[in-house]
């Protein structure tokens, strides 16, 4: 034994014993410990954590090619047409991919078309979003171009906060933000409105 170093005995106790049992509490505080920091990184990061399912995040039915009309009055007031149709519980919604949206008068006479890479429905209000390279043309040729909008089917409106370009012949119209109806009738750009003439044959 080295000289100057002591036993100490506790009552009871083995000291040896003891200092095992006080290793294997350590040891297990540092497991522990370390199951907690693991799992806390790994909520962090998103890894390896139970997730509940959000409800209707996954559509209830998919189609291709579906057509929807919505009647105003007894009378015909839009015609939706989708090529790939999904279905949503919650909120209850269709979307589609390839849009085309046909705009009929309040005597059942085509008034424009609106064309758009993605679009949705609202099932209660039968209000529409289109989204993607969105093109309204009306029956005169006149043409809207944007990147979203939404058209309102309770005051039959269309409405969007996008870039636009509207083109009617050589002229053409840019600007911010947009109200108008779905037959171009009543355009009007919100901001930064910039009027010019091109060059070439009309609606280039």
């Known amino acids: 034994m080295r000289e100057g170093a002591r036993i100490v005995h506790t009552r009871g106790a083995d000291p040896v014993g003891l200092d095992a049992r006080s290793m294997g509490f350590r040891l297990r505080l540092i497991a522990w410990a370390s199951v907690l920091l693991l799992a806390a990184s790994c909520a962090e990061k998103g890894v390896d954590q139970p997730v509940a399912k959000e409800e209707g995040s996954l559509p209830t039915q998919e189609t291709r090619v579906r057509k929807w009309v919505e009647y105003r009055g007894g009378k015909r007031s839009w015609e939706f047409k989708g090529e790939i149709v999904r279905y949503y519980e919650e909120p209850e919604r269709v979307e589609s991919d ?11 006479q085509f008034l424009s078309t609106l064309t758009a890479e993605r679009g949705s429905i609202d099932r209660k209000t039968s209000d529409m979003e289109a989204r993607g390279s969105v093109v309204l043309t009306n029956r005169e040729g006149a043409r809207l171009e944007t990147d979203w909008i939404r058209y309102e089917n309770e005051s039959d409106r269309i409405y969007t906060d996008a870039f636009v370009t509207l083109s009617e012949g050589r002229k053409r119209i840019t600007g911010y933000g947009l109200r108008t109806d779905p037959g171009l009738e009543n355009a009007e750009i919100l901001r930064d409105v910039v009027a010019f003439t091109v060059e070439g044959p009309e609606n280039e």
């Open 98 to 108: 390839g849009v085309a949206v046909d705009f009929y008068d309040e005597e059942e």
